[in-house]
T-cell receptor, first 112, second 112 residues
């Protein structure tokens, strides 16, 4: 089983460029999450989706949009990248918040 | 701001000693989870404790939960070099909305 797969693993963007981070899970989970991790800040929730067709804002949603394309896939889009969005992004999935979450290996994004 | 705060931020101990780290959170919860992150990797689930439980064990891990103080502790006994990692607590917030938020983490270093 692949678990949670994120693409790409690394990306460098110029300020103002757009891109979409892809996430797919093969565990038939209902809930999916996007986090960003910055040094000393732990993981901060950007957006989450409790089920196919629903999305909700987390702690730091500004500058991001998400799409729960189907039960398997949850994408994160940066419309106009800014240097403050330089971070490591993690996607996760779970049956629900009452069970363990499974994480992808992360996307290291640098905005110059 | 983040739901959870771990304490201490960093901890160094000799191999074989016990390591204790603490998590405080702000709002009522249904469940609290602990995760480990090896450098540059995704998070791995360690243990989940429900709000009606006070203590839980898994191998060398012992977790306690005090909902009256909104705090939890993770004890790792007989530490090993392989336990060197960052440890995070995560809570679901009792909102019924599947939100899973993480604390800032404790960086544990085991000295051989």
């Amino acid at each position: 089983n692949a678990g949670v797969t994120q693409t790409p693993k690394f990306q460098v963007l110029k300020t103002g460029q757009s891109m979409t981070l892809q996430c797919a899970q093969d565990m038939n989970h209902n809930s999916m999450y996007w986090y960003r991790q910055d040094p000393g800040m732990g993981l901060r929730l950007i957006y989450y989706s409790a089920s196919e067709g629903t999305t909700d804002k987390g702690e730091v949603p500004n500058g991001y949009n998400v799409s729960r394309l189907n039960k398997r896939e949850f994408s994160l889009r940066l419309e106009s990248a800014a240097p403050s969005q330089t971070s490591v992004y993690f996607c996760a999935s779970s049956e629900g918040s009452w069970t363990e979450a499974f994480f992808g290996q992360g996307t290291r994004l640098t905005v110059v | 701001s983040q739901q959870g705060e771990e304490d201490p931020q960093a901890l160094s101990i000799q191999e074989g000693e016990n390591a204790t780290m603490n998590c405080s959170y702000k709002t009522s919860i249904n469940n609290l989870q602990w995760y480990r992150q090896n450098s540059g990797r995704g998070l791995v689930h360690l243990i989940l404790i429900r709000s009606n439980e006070r203590e839980k064990h898994s191998g060398r891990l012992r977790v306690t939960l005090d909902t009256s103080k909104k705090s939890s502790s993770l004890l790792i006994t007989a530490s090993r070099a392989a336990d060197t990692a960052s440890y995070f607590c995560a809570t679901d917030g009792n909102f019924g909305n599947e939100k899973l938020t993480f604390g800032t983490g404790t960086r544990l270093t085991i000295i051989p």
